[in-house]
């Protein structure tokens, strides 16, 4: 069993796991070179060959605990055939949401336009063996955020706008629903280790709406996957202390915490669930001063407990792949240190 699988699952050891959300892409030149030879994303996400190479370029470069696959959330509404663009500087465009078309969605159909998904994961575990393969997939309302809104709800969202039509949105979550736990046991077919749960835009929802709207969909989706014996990371972005209320009810194996949560609170409050993550993105593009102190502060934070280094949300394009070195130097000089002192 592999150190970070034993962490997910609650086993405290002097061997502190790293890897990073969005590790694959954005601020890695050997991904710029292969992305600029292909503009469509959504191709470039269906062609193995490619997925496998991009997947595996940081585990080369910084020998990671952890490989990501290299896909999108949005791969669900594009198997659901709602057409998926990304857009240079506006990032995903999303067609016109027509309900009747996705209720005929066959899961036949869905699975057969995200086969080459699965078969990259197949390539991946093949390749490194010895590395925890994470699938993933973007939490209900997420997708139906960005399926309703067409677009980033980054800029001029209005939750109303999104939650006009309850028939609608109550439609449109349970097909959702249905087909992320499809892609889920697809991915689990195809050799994922670990299922983690984006909830990207949790923190859009008002405390009252958490429960309809968050909790009890991944609620769902957590028992879908330990219905299969395999652990999951949740990631509820931006719901602060409701990070607590989160816990108690999903009951994920381990809890993706954002930089907003002050990491003392969080070994306070959510003792019972192994903790991932946490340090703020930003402090990367600082001096390796600031960013050393930042990173022995999670570190001492939870040296005693079940924690896998990574941050509270992903690497940001302008990072320097020289500092995802230096943390990772610095993740594995402290990990010898306590090993040889035990
Ligand atoms: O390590 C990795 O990068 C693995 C692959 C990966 C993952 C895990 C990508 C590739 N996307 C994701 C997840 C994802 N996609 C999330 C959840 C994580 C998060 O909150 O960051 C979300 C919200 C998306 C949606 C998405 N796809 C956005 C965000 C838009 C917004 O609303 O702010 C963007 C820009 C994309 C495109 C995308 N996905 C992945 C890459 C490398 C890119 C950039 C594509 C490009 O080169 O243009």
Not at 92 to 119: C, M, R, W
Not at 260 to 280: F, I, R
Request: glycine letters at 6%.
């Amino acid at each position: 069993m592999s150190k970070l699988f034993e962490c997910i699952i609650g086993k405290k050891s002097s061997y502190t796991p790293i890897w990073f959300m969005r590790q694959a892409g954005r601020y890695l030149p050997e991904f710029q070179e292969i992305r600029k030879k292909n503009p469509d994303f959504i191709k470039l996400c269906l062609t193995p060959s490619l997925v496998k190479e991009i997947t595996l370029q940081p585990i080369k470069r910084f020998n990671l605990d952890a490989a990501i696959i290299f896909s999108d959330i949005l791969m669900v509404p594009y198997g659901l055939g709602q057409k998926v663009e990304f857009k240079k500087g506006l990032g995903p465009v999303l067609g016109k949401l027509d309900i009747d078309l996705i209720a005929n969605n066959q899961p036949d159909k869905f699975t057969e336009k995200l086969q080459s998904v699965y078969e990259s994961i197949g390539e991946v575990k093949k390749q490194s063996i010895e590395k925890e393969v994470i699938g993933f997939v973007g939490a209900p309302w997420t997708l139906l955020v960005y399926m309703i809104n067409q677009k980033s709800p980054k800029k001029d969202f209005d939750i109303r706008t999104i939650l006009k039509d309850e028939n609608l949105t109550q439609r449109l979550l349970k097909i959702i629903e249905g087909r992320i736990c499809l892609h889920i046991d697809h991915q689990i077919n195809a050799g994922a280790d670990v299922i983690q749960i984006f909830d990207s835009w949790a923190g859009l929802l008002p405390k009252e709406m958490l429960e309809k709207y968050c909790y009890i969909p991944n609620l769902r989706i957590v028992n879908h996957i330990k219905s299969k014996n395999v652990p999951s990371i949740s990631f509820p972005k931006g719901i602060g202390k409701n990070y607590l209320d989160f816990c108690k009810i999903v009951k994920p194996s381990c809890i993706s915490i954002d930089y907003e949560l002050d990491p003392n609170w969080v070994l306070e409050n959510l003792k019972d669930t192994p903790v991932q993550g946490g340090l703020h993105p930003k402090i990367l593009l600082k001096d390796k001063k600031n960013l050393k102190e930042a990173v022995e502060r999670y570190m001492n934070i939870f040296s005693d407990y079940p924690y896998i280094f990574n941050l509270g949300h992903g690497v940001l394009p302008e990072t320097n792949p020289d500092t995802i070195k230096f943390i990772v130097n610095l993740i594995r000089e402290r990990n010898e240190r306590r090993s040889s002192r035990n």
